[in-house]
C-alpha cells in the first residue's frame, strides 16, 4: 500500500513553468513505477510521464516531450514534474499515481497503476 499527495498545482502564464511534488507515503516508494496523469473534464485521464524503479527509465507523452521532466528523490520518497513551456492545453487536473512493477512491461499501461493521490489542478491562461 503506498498513498500518494500531490502539491504545486498553479495558475501561470503560458510559456512559464512550473514544478509539481507528489509525495509517497506507507511504502518502500523506489520499488513502484510513478507516473504523472493529466485530465480534463469530459475526457480520459492521459498519462503524462513516467519513471521507473530507481530511476533508470523515463517515458514521456508525445505532447510533453522536450518539455516535461520526471524525476524522484528517492531519500524524500518525492516524485517531480518538472513543467516548461506550459501551454493552455496543459491546463487540467495533474495526478500521481504508482504501480507495482512485477510483471508489468515498461512502459506500463495506464490500468497498471493502482495507487493515485487527489490530483493538484494546473491552469495556463495564454
Known amino acids: 500500500q503506498v498513498q500518494l499527495v500531490e502539491f504545486g498545482g498553479d495558475s501561470v502564464q503560458a510559456g512559464g513553468s512550473l514544478t509539481l511534488s507528489c509525495a509517497a507515503f506507507?511504502?518502500?516508494?523506489?520499488?513502484?513505477?510513478m507516473g504523472w496523469f493529466h485530465q480534463v473534464p469530459g475526457k480520459e485521464r492521459m498519462g503524462v510521464a513516467f519513471?521507473?524503479?530507481?530511476?533508470?527509465?523515463?517515458y514521456y507523452a508525445d505532447a510533453v516531450k522536450g518539455r516535461f521532466t520526471i524525476s524522484q528523490d528517492t531519500a524524500e520518497s518525492t516524485v517531480y514534474l518538472h513543467m516548461n513551456s506550459l501551454k493552455p492545453e496543459d491546463t487540467g487536473i495533474y495526478y500521481c499515481a504508482a504501480a507495482n512493477p512485477w510483471g508489468i512491461p515498461w512502459p506500463p499501461n495506464p490500468a497498471d497503476f493502482g495507487y493515485w493521490g487527489r490530483g493538484t489542478q494546473v491552469i495556463v491562461s495564454s
Open positions: 519513471i521507473g524503479t530507481g530511476g533508470l527509465a523515463t
Open positions: 506507507g511504502s518502500t516508494f523506489s520499488t513502484y513505477y
